[in-house]
């Protein structure tokens, strides 16, 4: 199908999201569980909620990424940058799994 290297970040990348859908359900959970009576344990509650929260906003959001990778991957469109279309090196593939931009193209989202 893929490079060995290619195949190892698929890999990699369906791992990770795995872990997320956990982390999410989890958060899911553990959000809104019936608060206690005393005040001081509510207001510890909501605000132990509210990371929750954030933690699943987080996850949520690096699943989006892992999903479009994934996606891009398959359509074999994983290598080009989404912006130029120049090839984006495996080194930066390596180390950003999710991304969707050459170097050149990430540098001038990060000016702009």
Request: proline share 2%.
């Amino acid at each position: 199908m893929m490079n060995p290297e290619l195949d190892r970040i698929k890999k990699n990348l369906e791992t990770h999201k795995a872990e997320l859908l956990q982390r999410i359900s989890k958060v899911k959970k553990d959000i809104g569980k019936e608060y206690s009576a005393n005040w001081a344990e509510q207001a510890q509650e909501r605000q132990n909620d509210e990371v929750l929260d954030a933690i699943g906003i987080e996850s949520r959001a690096e699943l989006f990424l892992i999903d479009r990778a994934l996606k891009r991957m398959t359509s074999g469109e994983y290598t080009n940058c989404s912006y130029c279309g120049k090839h984006i090196s495996m080194q930066r593939l390596n180390a950003v799994p999710y991304t969707h931009l050459c170097i050149q193209c990430a540098e001038k989202e990060s000016i702009e």
